[in-house]
Protein backbone atom coordinates (compact mmCIF):
# COMPACT_ATOMS: atom_id res chain seq x y z
CA UNK A 1 0.00 0.00 0.00
CA UNK A 2 3.02 2.40 0.44
CA UNK A 3 2.85 3.10 -3.31
CA UNK A 4 -0.59 3.70 -3.38
CA UNK A 5 -0.57 6.16 -0.39
CA UNK A 6 2.51 8.01 -2.14
CA UNK A 7 -0.09 8.06 -5.49
CA UNK A 8 -2.50 9.83 -2.98
CA UNK A 9 -0.30 11.85 -0.83
CA UNK A 10 0.67 13.84 -3.97
CA UNK A 11 -2.46 13.96 -5.54
CA UNK A 12 -4.18 15.86 -2.30
CA UNK A 13 -1.17 18.26 -2.52
CA UNK A 14 -3.21 19.19 -6.50
CA UNK A 15 -6.60 18.61 -5.23
CA UNK A 16 -8.93 17.80 -2.47
CA UNK A 17 -9.56 13.97 -2.16
CA UNK A 18 -12.49 13.19 -0.40
CA UNK A 19 -12.81 9.66 -0.53
CA UNK A 20 -9.60 7.45 -0.42
CA UNK A 21 -10.12 4.79 -3.04
CA UNK A 22 -8.80 1.76 -4.69
CA UNK A 23 -10.05 -0.69 -6.77
CA UNK A 24 -8.00 -4.72 -6.00
CA UNK A 25 -8.11 -7.17 -8.66
CA UNK A 26 -7.44 -10.74 -6.97
CA UNK A 27 -8.11 -14.00 -7.39
CA UNK A 28 -7.75 -14.54 -3.33
CA UNK A 29 -11.16 -13.68 -1.85
CA UNK A 30 -9.64 -13.74 1.75
CA UNK A 31 -7.52 -10.69 0.49
CA UNK A 32 -10.60 -8.45 0.54
CA UNK A 33 -11.58 -9.11 3.89
CA UNK A 34 -7.81 -8.03 4.71
CA UNK A 35 -7.53 -5.17 3.12
CA UNK A 36 -11.06 -3.61 4.06
CA UNK A 37 -9.59 -4.39 7.40
CA UNK A 38 -6.12 -3.09 7.27
CA UNK A 39 -7.09 -0.28 6.07
CA UNK A 40 -10.47 1.40 7.10
CA UNK A 41 -9.21 5.06 5.29
CA UNK A 42 -9.98 3.52 1.97
CA UNK A 43 -13.00 2.61 0.30
CA UNK A 44 -12.14 -0.86 -0.99
CA UNK A 45 -14.10 -2.24 -4.38
CA UNK A 46 -13.71 -5.70 -6.03
CA UNK A 47 -14.88 -8.38 -7.72
CA UNK A 48 -15.50 -10.61 -5.01
CA UNK A 49 -17.76 -12.89 -7.44
CA UNK A 50 -14.70 -13.50 -9.28
CA UNK A 51 -12.11 -13.77 -6.59
CA UNK A 52 -14.35 -16.58 -5.36
CA UNK A 53 -14.69 -18.21 -8.74
CA UNK A 54 -11.09 -18.39 -9.17
CA UNK A 55 -10.25 -20.04 -6.06
CA UNK A 56 -13.27 -22.83 -6.54
CA UNK A 57 -13.90 -23.03 -10.38
CA UNK A 58 -10.22 -21.53 -12.17
CA UNK A 59 -11.16 -22.09 -15.57
CA UNK A 60 -14.75 -21.47 -15.32
CA UNK A 61 -17.38 -19.41 -17.65
CA UNK A 62 -17.72 -17.04 -14.27
CA UNK A 63 -13.46 -16.66 -13.27
CA UNK A 64 -12.77 -15.51 -16.74
CA UNK A 65 -15.11 -12.85 -16.76
CA UNK A 66 -14.14 -11.93 -13.36
CA UNK A 67 -10.92 -11.71 -15.13
CA UNK A 68 -11.86 -9.71 -18.24
CA UNK A 69 -13.55 -7.60 -15.94
CA UNK A 70 -10.61 -6.91 -13.59
CA UNK A 71 -8.67 -6.05 -16.43
CA UNK A 72 -11.18 -3.59 -17.89
CA UNK A 73 -11.96 -1.97 -14.56
CA UNK A 74 -8.01 -1.65 -13.61
CA UNK A 75 -7.07 0.34 -17.02
CA UNK A 76 -9.84 2.54 -16.25
CA UNK A 77 -8.18 3.56 -12.51
CA UNK A 78 -5.86 6.73 -12.26
CA UNK A 79 -2.89 4.36 -11.12
CA UNK A 80 -2.16 1.25 -11.22
CA UNK A 81 -0.44 -0.39 -8.59
CA UNK A 82 0.45 -4.27 -9.75
CA UNK A 83 3.15 -6.49 -10.96
CA UNK A 84 4.13 -6.46 -14.66
CA UNK A 85 5.17 -10.43 -14.00
CA UNK A 86 1.60 -10.08 -14.46
CA UNK A 87 -0.01 -10.72 -17.79
CA UNK A 88 -3.43 -9.31 -16.13
CA UNK A 89 -1.15 -6.12 -14.63
CA UNK A 90 0.64 -5.57 -18.57
CA UNK A 91 -2.41 -5.86 -20.12
CA UNK A 92 -4.40 -3.88 -17.79
CA UNK A 93 -1.79 -0.96 -18.26
CA UNK A 94 -1.55 -1.24 -22.05
CA UNK A 95 -5.54 -0.51 -22.10
CA UNK A 96 -5.13 2.12 -19.70
CA UNK A 97 -2.86 4.02 -22.69
CA UNK A 98 -5.85 4.32 -25.25
CA UNK A 99 -7.80 6.93 -22.02
CA UNK A 100 -4.44 9.14 -21.04
CA UNK A 101 -2.12 10.87 -24.05
CA UNK A 102 1.00 9.52 -21.69
CA UNK A 103 0.27 6.60 -18.86
CA UNK A 104 3.98 5.82 -18.54
CA UNK A 105 3.66 7.65 -15.36
CA UNK A 106 0.02 6.22 -13.92
CA UNK A 107 1.56 2.75 -13.40
CA UNK A 108 3.98 1.25 -9.91
CA UNK A 109 5.13 -2.09 -10.56
CA UNK A 110 6.19 -4.22 -7.10
CA UNK A 111 8.27 -6.81 -9.18
CA UNK A 112 9.91 -5.67 -12.68
CA UNK A 113 10.03 -3.00 -14.83
CA UNK A 114 7.46 -3.13 -18.01
CA UNK A 115 8.37 -5.47 -20.78
CA UNK A 116 6.43 -6.90 -23.57
CA UNK A 117 6.78 -10.61 -25.00
CA UNK A 118 9.44 -10.91 -27.27
CA UNK A 119 10.65 -7.53 -26.62
CA UNK A 120 14.35 -7.35 -27.80
CA UNK A 121 16.93 -6.65 -24.39
CA UNK A 122 17.25 -3.32 -22.91
CA UNK A 123 21.08 -2.10 -23.03
CA UNK A 124 22.80 0.46 -21.28
CA UNK A 125 26.16 2.00 -21.51
CA UNK A 126 28.69 2.29 -17.98
CA UNK A 127 29.14 6.55 -17.95
CA UNK A 128 31.27 5.82 -14.83
CA UNK A 129 33.07 2.95 -13.07
CA UNK A 130 31.28 0.42 -10.35
CA UNK A 131 33.69 -1.82 -8.37
CA UNK A 132 30.41 -4.01 -6.65
CA UNK A 133 30.59 -3.82 -2.39
CA UNK A 134 29.25 -7.36 -2.30
CA UNK A 135 28.68 -10.32 -4.42
CA UNK A 136 25.49 -9.16 -5.30
CA UNK A 137 26.29 -6.63 -7.14
CA UNK A 138 28.55 -6.22 -10.96
CA UNK A 139 31.50 -4.69 -11.76
CA UNK A 140 31.64 -2.07 -14.52
CA UNK A 141 33.81 0.26 -16.26
CA UNK A 142 33.01 3.23 -18.52
CA UNK A 143 31.84 1.96 -21.05
CA UNK A 144 30.50 -1.63 -20.23
CA UNK A 145 27.04 -2.85 -22.05
CA UNK A 146 24.77 -4.12 -19.33
CA UNK A 147 21.00 -5.54 -20.19
CA UNK A 148 18.97 -4.76 -17.96
CA UNK A 149 16.28 -6.76 -16.36
CA UNK A 150 14.78 -5.30 -13.67
CA UNK A 151 14.88 -2.90 -10.90
CA UNK A 152 14.11 -3.42 -6.80
CA UNK A 153 14.78 -1.44 -4.27
CA UNK A 154 16.26 1.65 -6.25
CA UNK A 155 19.25 -0.48 -8.22
CA UNK A 156 19.43 -2.06 -11.20
CA UNK A 157 19.83 -5.37 -12.27
CA UNK A 158 21.45 -6.68 -15.06
CA UNK A 159 23.85 -8.96 -17.13
CA UNK A 160 27.62 -7.36 -17.95
CA UNK A 161 28.40 -8.43 -21.37
CA UNK A 162 31.58 -7.54 -20.59
CA UNK A 163 32.03 -10.08 -17.72
CA UNK A 164 29.02 -12.04 -18.45
CA UNK A 165 27.79 -11.62 -14.60
CA UNK A 166 24.45 -10.95 -13.28
CA UNK A 167 23.83 -8.38 -10.37
CA UNK A 168 23.17 -5.26 -8.97
CA UNK A 169 24.27 -2.08 -10.21
CA UNK A 170 23.40 1.79 -9.01
CA UNK A 171 21.33 3.66 -11.74
CA UNK A 172 23.87 6.57 -11.65
CA UNK A 173 26.69 4.67 -13.11
CA UNK A 174 24.70 4.02 -16.78
CA UNK A 175 22.07 5.81 -19.45
CA UNK A 176 20.27 3.90 -21.94
CA UNK A 177 21.53 2.97 -24.91
CA UNK A 178 19.04 4.18 -27.53
CA UNK A 179 18.35 2.18 -31.00
CA UNK A 180 18.60 4.40 -33.71
CA UNK A 181 16.74 2.91 -37.00
CA UNK A 182 17.13 4.45 -40.27
CA UNK A 183 13.42 4.73 -42.11
CA UNK A 184 13.62 4.86 -45.34
CA UNK A 185 12.26 8.11 -47.45
CA UNK A 186 10.06 8.44 -50.07
CA UNK A 187 10.32 11.00 -53.02
CA UNK A 188 6.88 12.81 -52.68
Known sequence: MEAVDSYYELLEKRE???NRCIYLATDDDSVISEMKGRYPRYTVLSNEEAA???????Y???????VITDIILLSQTNYIVCTFSSQVCRLAFELMQSHYPDASQNAHSLDEMYYFGGQRPRFQRAVSAHTPADDSEIELKVGDL??????KHGYFIGTSTRTNKYGHYPPYTVEDVVDEVVFPTFAE
Open 60 to 66: SQTSLNG
Open 146 to 151: VSLREI
Open 52 to 58: IAARQQR
Open 16 to 18: HVS
